[in-house]
Each structure stands twice: as C-alpha cells, then as structure tokens.
C-alpha cells in the first residue's frame, strides 16, 4: 500500500507544469530581483534573474531578460563578459542590444570595433530607441574616434528621422566647431625649436617648458663656451655633449608639446559636445525593468 502511494505521488508531481509566470513563486521572485537591481547589486541581479528563469521557463524566450542580464554585467564592470556574450550574435543583435555591445567595446578602448557596431544602424529599425537617441549613441563614438567631418554627415543623415528640433541644432552647431579647432603643428613645433630653444614649446603654449628648454640649452652651451676660454678642455667637451643632448631632447619636447595640446583640444572640444548634447548611456533604460518584473 505505501509503495502504491509513493507511485502515486511521483506520478502526480511528474505531471505537474512548471510555476507559470504570476503565480506567488515568481512574482516573489521578480520582486526581489528588482529590489537587488534597486540597490545595483548587479552580480545578485545576474544569479538571481537566472534562477527566475529557472522558475518559469518561458521567460528563457523572452529577449528583455537576456537583455537584462548582459546590462547587468556592463553595469557592473564586466565589459569583457557582456562583449562576448553579445558578440557571439552579431548577425542577430537586436538595436538595444547592438548598441550596449558599441558601448562595451568603446569601455574597453577597441574604438573602431565600437563604431562599427553602430555606424549601419538604421533609424526608425527600433521602436525602443528614439531616432536621437540612436544620434547621441552614435555621436560618442564618432566623437571618441576623431571623426568629426563623419559626425557632422551623420546629423546630417540623421535629420529627416529627428525632425529638427532644440537638441539637434544645438548637436550641429557645437559638433561644428570642430573647425575652429586650434591645433598645433607638431612639425612646425620641432622645427623653432632647432631655430630658438624653447619656441616650439612656446608656440604649443607651454611657456614654462619653453623657457626651461631655452635656459637648459642656454646654460650648457654657456658653460661650454667658459671652460673653453679657460682652456679646460674636458669641461669643455663635457659641456658640449650636456648642450647638444639639451639641444636634441628640446626640438623633441617641442613636438610632443605639439602633439599633447593636440590631444588636450581633442578632449575639451570632445567632453564640451558630451556635456552640452549626449545623455549618459544607461542600458537600464532599454531593458525595460518595470515591465518584465511588474
């Protein structure tokens, strides 16, 4: 008799269908889930998402969760794993889904992996992402690579989907001042320097540096020219070597002078146009959390 019941029992409990979505199991865990993503436990979040999909699933075959979780990895640093975990898809990423994986890329400094992962998106192709929005996303990285002239093709291209508007003007107008620019020629830095010590520096606007190479050179050649009027030749000699290697590493510090203003232009005139245009990426605003664990 009790082995008839326990036949039983297995029988009943094989048959039964796993918990459907909305029943007290996974609304507890839903719940929860949110409550962790509330207080950006984001490795808890992962866990506990994929024991909710354990729970009931049906929720496998939703794409917000698998959204949800690589969201969570980029949200907690871990932008290798949201990389490959979307990487292995490309062919069939969703736009969300192609933008986190610009985005991850770009964290991890592969610039021209990050732009071509969204440079071919078409706007209008998500009914999630607003057509400027999908601009902003792209604008980083165009921004981040140097490609102003191809930012400013892109607003271009991108004007019939955002309508003009506020935002867009104000985009075109600071994106355009790349052409203001004030760049230095690192060349031309190298090339006063071997002229005058110190005025490549100078012409790159280090003046402090300038004057620095300027009485390095100076000085050396100075005590050169005393020790040799004093017929102390090995002085002499000493500070001719000391002068001329003053003389070299000056024309070199008047190119990366150059190179380096260069480089400071790049990130004022970058971090302007961010600030003034482009949101903050946040994926949590494409997974849709109030949805899925409503």
Same mark, same amino acid.
């Given at each position: 008799m009790n082995c008839f019941i326990i036949l039983l029992s297995f029988v009943l409990t094989a048959g039964q269908q796993p918990a459907p979505a909305g029943t007290g199991l996974v609304s507890r865990q839903k719940a929860f889930v949110k409550d962790l993503f509330a207080q950006k436990?984001?490795?808890?979040?992962i866990a506990e998402t994929r024991r909710l999909m354990a729970f009931d699933p049906g929720i496998t075959l939703d794409p917000d969760y698998e959204f949800f979780i690589n969201a969570n990895y980029f949200l907690g640093g871990q932008y290798r794993t949201a990389l490959s975990n979307l990487a292995? /898809? /490309?062919?069939?990423?969703e736009v969300r889904e192609r933008v986190l994986?610009?985005? %991850?890329?770009? /964290?991890?400094g592969m610039k021209a992996d990050s732009l071509e992962s969204v440079r071919l998106i078409r706007y209008g192709a998500s009914r999630d992402l607003s057509a400027y929005t999908l601009l902003a996303r792209k604008a980083e990285v165009y921004l981040e690579c140097g490609k102003y002239g191809e930012l400013m093709d892109e607003i271009a291209a991108?004007?019939?989907y955002v309508g003009e508007n506020e935002k867009l003007a104000l985009l075109r107008e600071e994106a355009g001042r790349y052409r203001e620019l004030g760049y230095r020629s690192a060349p031309a830095a190298a090339a006063l320097s071997a002229l005058i010590p110190g005025a490549g520096q100078m012409y790159a606007g280090r003046y402090i540096l300038g004057a620095a190479s300027f009485a390095g050179v100076a000085a050396a050649a100075g005590g050169a020219w005393y020790f040799h009027r004093r017929g102390m030749s090995d002085l %002499?000699?000493?500070?001719?070597a000391m002068s001329s290697l003053l003389y070299i590493g000056n024309i070199v510090g008047a190119f990366s002078a150059a190179q380096s203003a260069n480089r400071q232009v790049d990130r004022s005139f970058r971090e302007r146009v961010r600030k003034k245009c482009i949101p903050g990426y946040d994926p949590a605003e494409d997974a849709r959390v109030d949805r899925i664990f409503r």
């Open positions: 436990r984001y490795f808890d979040v292995g /898809k /490309k062919l069939t990423l994986l610009s985005q %991850s890329y770009m /964290k991890l991108a004007e019939r %002499s000699y000493l500070f001719i």
